[in-house]
C-alpha cells in the first residue's frame, strides 16, 4: 500500500500558494519539492529556476537527482514577485494595545501603572511558558506506538507485470498534519491555541512596555525641583536646551483688542538657580513662553481663533523682518541659554512639558552654548531655502518652505484659515507624501524595488539593494533632521526605515506592518506622542491609503474609471472618511470640499516637493540655480494656494459640528452609512449625477436659489446685520449687488460668507467706525473677490498695530484710504448719508495718513467712532459704533444734534453695553433696535438694563446671538425684519 505524500512545513494553511502533488507521485511514494515552493525557501526569495530539484524515495533510498534547467533559462530575478495575500495583521492589535496603554497612563497613578505592567508582564510570561510545556509533553501513549521507529525495508523487487493507470478516488483525503509537516491530528488542532497564546502573550508585553514607558516619562515630568517652584509661580534662573524651532503665536483678540504675541520655545532644562542661590542639576522638558510685545507684520490682529506662525515669523536666521526684531526668533534646536523665568504648572496634564516657564523680553536671549553642527548646517539648508524664495510672490513666497520643510512662519493667518477650511493643511505638515517622493525618486516604485526590472536612480547608478537601503535610510535621517521630529515626520521616517529593511534584508513587502511596528516604536520612545492629535491624523490617514484606497479605487475601476483618476479620488476619499471625525473634533465643522480640493492640489504637490527639495540642496552651493528651481516650484505651489483659496471662499463649504466626542462619533457614523450608500449608487450613474448635482448646488449656494429656498435675504432689503459673533459687520444696500460695509467684523471667513449670501459683490465705499479688533480684523473677508472703491476710516488712529494692518491690506490691494470727519455727505443710488461723528481734526493736525491726537470730548477709541446717520428709499437709521457716553453726549451738543430726530432703525453703541447715554436713546426713540453680539460672550453684551430701556420706549430689540444674522426690508409702517 502506498502512503499519501506529506505537505511540506506548515501545510496548507502556511501558504495557499503549494501546489498539491500529482498523482502520479502519489502513487510513486515521492514527494516534490518545487522550485516555486516558498516553504522550500527559508530566504524568503524562493529558490531559482536553475536549482535542482530534489526527489525523495519514501522508502529510504538515496536522493536523485534531476537533470540541471536548461542554460537557456532566464537569470533569476533579485527578488521574484509574489502574489500579495491577505493583509498581515498581526502586529495591529500589539500596536493599538501599546497605543492605549501609553494615552492612559500618562498621568494615571504611579502604583496603579506599575500594577498593570507587572501584571501584564506575568500574564505573558504564564502564556509563553504553558506553550513550550505543551510543547515537550510530545504526543499522547494513543500515538506512542506510531512514534516508534520502523525497521528498515529492503528495496522491493521491480515487477514485470504492466499495472493498470489508478482510478482517483472521488471522496475527498483528509490529511493529519502537524505544525511541523507530519505528526498526529491532536497536535494539529492545538496549533490554532498555540498561536492565539503567543498574540495575546505579544500584546501583553507590549501593554507592559508601553505602561512603564509612559510611566517613566511621567516620572521624569514630576522629578526634580521645578514641579514643586511651579507649583509655587516662583521666580527662577535656569540654564535651558532648546529642543524645537521657535515660533509665534498669532494676537488674539481679547473684547475689542488683540492681545500680543509670545514667542513659544520647547526646551529642557539643565539647571536650576532658585532665589537662594541653590543651584541643581535636572533634565526637565518646559515650554517657554517670552513676551515680546510687539505685533507680528503682515498679519490681522487676530483671527477668531489663537494660532501660531505668523507671516515673516521664522525660526531659521532667515533675516525677515521679525527675525531681525525678535532674537529669539533665530534660535536653533540644541542651542543653550540662560533665562530668568516666572514657572508655572502646565495646564494639560500628562502632556510633554512638566512646567511652564514665562520670560519677559529684555535684551533677548543670553546664549551660553553654541548649537551642535548638524543643527547649524539644517538650519543653513532651511535659511537658503527660504532666501531662495524671497522674491516669489506672497503665496508662493509663504507656502514653498511649508511644503518642503514644514517652515509655515510666512503663512498668513487668511492663507492658513483657508487651508483649514478645505482641510489641506497636511500639506504645510511634512508627512510621508514628502518622504515617499524622496524614496520613489531613489528606488522607484516601491513594488518594483526588489525585481530585477526595478525603476529609480538607483539601478541607473549600479547600486545594489543593501546600498540602496543604506542610502535611503540616510536621507530619511536628514530628512528628519531638516524637518525636525514633528509627529508625522517620525511617524513617516519609522515607516520608511523598516520599509528600507525589508528592502534591505529581501523580505516580503508589506506596508501595513511597517505601520503597525512604526506606531508601537514610537508610542515606546516618545509616550505623549499617544495623546498627540497629530500624530492619530497621521496613522489614520496613513492606514486608510493602505487598507481603504485600493479597494476603492478597484471598485471605481470596475465602473470603468480610468486607473490614475481611480487611485487619486480613492486615496483622497479614504483619508478624509477616516480622518474627518478627528478634525471636526478640533475644528467644530465639516468640510464639504476637502476631497475635490485634495484631489486638485495633489496634481502639483509632487513637482512642488521636487522642485523645492532640488531648491533647498543647492541653495548652499549656487544660489541662482536655487531661485530658478524656487521660481518653477512656484507654480504648482501658487496653484495649490488658489485651490485653497477658492474652496474656502465657497459659502456651503463647510458644515458646523459638534466638537465633542459625541459629535465625532455621529460623524463617523455617517460616513460609514454615505460610503454604504455609495456602493449602491455606483451601480445608477444617473442616480449618482443627481446627488452629485444637488452636492455641487449646496457647496455653491448661488443667491438666486438660496432665496427661493431659505427666503434670505429678503426682498427689497435695505439694511443687513451680519452674525459675525463678538463684533459688528454691517451692509447697506445700494444697488443690485452693491453695497456699503460698515464694520468688518473679527472673523475674515464670517464676514465674506455674510457678504457672499447677500449677493455682494461690488463696494462703493467701506466705513471702518474705529480700530479695534472686533470691527476691523475681518477687512480680508471683506476685500475678498470684490471690487471696492475706497476705504474710510476714524482720525483716531489707535492702536497702531491695527491701523498698520488695515493700511497693508488697504495697499495690497490698491485701495485708498481716507479719514471720515463729521458734516461729510454721500449718496451711492437710493442710498444717502451723513457723518455725524466724530469732529473734524483741529487745523494743523497734519497730512491725513499721519496719525493725529485724540480730538477734544473723546477719551478712546470708542469715542472717536464713526457715526452715521442713513436714509435709504425713507428709511431712517442711525449707526452709532462703540460711542460710549462721554461721546454721545458731546454728539448731543454738536452741530449735528438738530439731525437727530426719531429713527427706524438703531444699530445699538458698543454691542448693547450698559454704557448708554439715556438722552440719547429718549432722543432717538428707534422703533427697531438692533444688537450685534457673540453668544456667551464674557462680557455680558447686551446689557438687560439696556434691552428694557429700549423696550420701555416702544422698541423691538433683536440681537445677533439669539436672533443670528438681520435684515430690514420695507419702511414706514411696512417695516420687516427676516431673521437669517
Not at 279 to 304: S, Y
Not at 606 to 629: C, D, S
Not at 732 to 747: C, E, I, K, S
Not at 933 to 946: E, I, K, L, R, V
Amino acid at each position: 500500500m502506498t502512503r499519501a505524500p506529506h505537505l511540506p512545513r506548515g501545510g496548507p494553511a502556511t501558504d495557499r500558494r503549494h501546489r498539491r502533488p500529482s498523482a502520479a507521485a502519489g502513487r510513486s511514494g515521492t514527494h516534490t519539492r518545487h522550485e516555486n515552493d516558498p516553504a522550500a525557501d527559508p530566504g524568503g526569495e524562493g529558490a531559482s529556476p536553475a536549482t535542482p530539484t530534489r526527489t525523495e524515495d519514501r522508502a529510504g533510498a538515496a536522493p536523485i537527482r534531476e537533470k540541471q534547467a536548461s542554460p537557456a533559462t532566464p537569470p533569476r530575478r533579485e527578488g521574484p514577485p509574489r502574489g500579495e495575500g491577505p493583509a498581515d495583521l498581526r502586529l495591529v492589535p500589539p500596536a493599538l494595545a501599546a497605543w492605549a496603554a501609553a494615552a492612559w497612563a500618562l498621568d494615571a497613578p504611579p502604583e496603579r501603572v506599575a500594577g498593570v505592567a507587572v501584571v501584564s508582564l506575568l500574564a505573558a510570561c504564564l502564556l509563553l511558558t504553558s506553550r513550550r510545556r505543551a510543547g515537550r509533553g510530545g504526543p499522547g501513549p494513543a500515538h506512542r506506538a506510531s512514534a516508534r521507529p520502523r525497521r528498515p525495508r529492503l528495496p522491493a523487487a521491480p515487477d514485470p507485470r504492466p499495472r493498470l493507470p489508478a482510478v482517483p478516488d472521488p471522496r475527498p483525503r483528509r490529511r493529519a498534519v502537524t505544525a511541523g509537516g507530519e505528526g498526529p491530528p491532536a497536535t494539529a488542532r492545538g496549533a490554532p491555541d498555540r498561536r492565539a497564546r503567543v498574540s495575546v502573550a505579544a500584546v501583553l508585553l507590549c501593554v507592559a512596555a508601553a505602561a512603564t514607558s509612559a510611566g517613566l516619562h511621567g516620572a521624569d515630568l514630576r522629578r526634580g525641583p521645578l514641579p514643586e517652584l511651579a507649583r509655587r509661580y516662583a521666580t527662577v534662573t535656569a540654564e535651558v536646551e532648546v529642543t524645537s524651532d521657535p515660533r509665534l503665536t498669532r494676537p488674539r483678540i481679547s473684547g475689542d483688542h488683540a492681545m500680543p504675541p509670545s514667542v513659544l520655545i520647547e526646551a529642557e532644562v539643565r539647571r536650576v538657580e532658585q532665589e537662594g542661590g541653590t543651584v541643581t542639576g535636572t533634565r526637565t522638558p518646559v515650554l517657554m513662553m517670552v513676551d515680546i510685545d510687539r505685533a507680528a507684520p503682515g498679519g490681522p490682529p487676530g483671527t477668531g481663533r489663537s494660532g501660531t506662525r505668523p507671516p515673516d515669523t521664522g525660526p531659521s536666521g532667515t533675516g525677515s523682518k521679525e527675525t531681525a526684531r525678535s532674537p529669539w526668533l533665530g534660535l536653533l534646536p540644541s542651542t543653550r541659554l540662560r533665562v530668568a523665568a516666572r514657572a508655572a504648572p502646565a495646564m494639560a496634564g500628562g502632556g510633554r512639558f512638566a512646567v511652564v516657564l514665562r520670560v519677559r523680553d529684555a535684551a533677548g536671549p543670553e546664549v551660553v552654548g553654541e548649537p551642535s553642527g548638524p543643527q547649524r548646517f539644517a538650519g543653513r539648508l532651511r535659511a537658503g531655502l527660504r532666501e531662495a524664495t524671497d522674491g516669489l510672490p506672497q503665496d508662493a513666497r509663504a507656502l514653498l518652505p511649508g511644503l518642503v520643510v514644514g517652515d509655515t512662519s510666512r503663512i498668513t493667518p487668511e492663507l492658513d484659515e483657508a487651508f483649514r477650511a478645505t482641510d489641506l493643511t497636511h500639506t504645510l505638515a511634512v508627512s510621508g507624501s514628502n518622504l515617499t517622493i524622496l524614496l520613489v525618486l531613489l528606488i522607484g516604485p516601491y513594488g518594483l524595488a526588489q525585481q530585477a526590472e526595478r525603476r529609480g536612480l538607483a539601478p541607473r547608478l549600479g547600486l545594489s539593494l543593501r546600498t540602496t537601503a543604506l542610502l535611503g535610510g540616510g536621507l530619511t535621517l536628514g530628512f528628519v533632521l531638516v524637518c525636525r521630529p514633528d509627529p508625522s515626520v517620525l511617524r513617516a521616517a519609522a515607516c520608511g526605515a523598516v520599509a528600507l529593511l525589508a528592502l534591505a534584508t529581501g523580505r516580503r513587502r508589506s506596508l501595513i506592518p511597517a505601520l503597525a511596528t512604526a506606531v508601537l516604536l514610537l508610542v515606546l520612545y516618545d509616550p505623549p506622542l499617544a495623546r498627540g492629535y497629530g500624530f492619530l491624523l497621521s496613522v489614520l490617514a496613513t492606514g486608510a491609503l493602505l487598507t481603504l484606497a485600493p479597494r476603492w479605487s478597484a471598485a471605481l475601476r470596475r465602473r470603468r474609471v480610468p486607473a490614475r483618476p481611480a487611485e487619486a479620488l480613492a486615496a483622497a476619499a479614504a483619508a478624509q472618511a477616516v480622518c474627518a471625525p478627528v478634525v471636526a473634533l478640533l475644528s467644530a465643522r465639516v468640510s464639504l470640499v476637502a476631497v475635490p480640493c485634495n484631489l486638485l492640489a495633489e496634481a502639483a504637490l509632487a513637482p512642488a516637493t521636487v522642485l523645492g527639495f532640488a531648491a533647498l540642496a543647492t541653495a548652499p552651493v549656487v544660489m541662482p540655480v536655487a531661485k530658478t528651481l524656487a521660481w518653477l516650484a512656484s507654480w504648482p505651489t501658487g496653484w495649490i494656494a488658489d485651490v485653497a483659496r477658492t474652496g474656502a471662499a465657497l459659502p456651503g463649504g463647510g458644515v458646523d459640528w459638534p466638537a465633542d466626542w459625541t459629535g465625532a462619533l455621529l460623524l463617523a457614523l455617517a460616513t460609514v452609512a454615505v460610503v454604504l450608500a455609495g456602493r449602491r449608487l455606483l451601480g445608477h450613474p444617473w442616480l449618482c449625477g443627481a446627488c452629485g448635482v444637488l452636492l455641487l448646488l449646496a457647496v455653491l449656494r448661488p443667491p438666486p436659489l438660496t432665496r427661493v429656498i431659505t427666503g434670505w435675504p429678503p426682498p427689497g432689503w435695505r439694511f443687513a446685520m451680519c452674525d459675525v459673533g463678538q463684533g459688528d459687520a454691517t451692509v447697506l444696500a445700494a444697488g443690485r449687488g452693491t453695497g456699503v460695509v460698515v464694520d468688518a467684523g473679527p472673523d475674515p471667513a464670517l464676514a465674506d460668507r455674510c457678504l457672499h449670501t447677500l449677493g455682494i459683490t461690488r463696494i462703493p465705499l467701506v466705513v471702518l467706525t474705529h480700530f479695534h479688533a472686533d470691527h476691523v480684523a475681518g477687512l480680508a473677508g471683506v476685500l475678498r473677490g470684490r471690487a471696492v472703491g475706497a476705504i474710510e476710516t476714524t482720525g483716531l488712529e489707535q492702536p497702531a498695530d491695527q491701523v498698520a494692518f488695515v493700511r497693508q491690506q488697504a495697499a495690497a490691494r490698491h485701495i485708498p484710504v481716507a479719514r471720515a470727519a463729521a458734516g461729510e455727505e454721500r449718496r451711492v443710488g437710493t442710498l444717502a448719508w451723513q457723518v455725524l461723528w466724530p469732529p473734524p481734526p483741529r487745523p494743523g493736525a497734519g497730512p491725513a495718513a499721519s496719525p493725529s491726537p485724540p480730538p477734544p470730548d473723546l477719551e478712546g477709541p470708542n469715542d472717536a467712532s464713526v457715526t452715521l446717520l442713513v436714509r435709504s428709499a425713507g428709511l431712517r437709521l442711525l449707526l452709532l459704533g462703540d460711542l460710549e457716553p462721554p461721546a454721545q453726549q458731546a454728539l448731543l451738543r454738536s452741530p449735528a444734534a438738530g439731525r437727530l430726530t426719531p429713527v427706524d432703525v438703531l444699530k445699538v453703541a458698543h454691542h448693547g453695553s450698559s454704557y448708554q447715554d439715556p438722552d440719547l436713546i429718549r432722543r432717538v426713540a428707534p422703533r427697531l433696535a438692533l444688537i450685534s453680539c457673540g453668544a456667551g460672550n464674557p462680557y455680558g453684551h447686551p446689557a438687560p438694563g439696556t434691552v428694557a430701556a429700549l423696550r420701555a420706549l416702544g422698541a423691538v430689540v433683536l440681537r445677533t446671538d439669539r436672533d443670528g444674522a438681520l435684515a430690514v426690508a420695507g419702511g414706514g409702517e411696512d417695516l420687516r425684519v427676516a431673521r437669517d
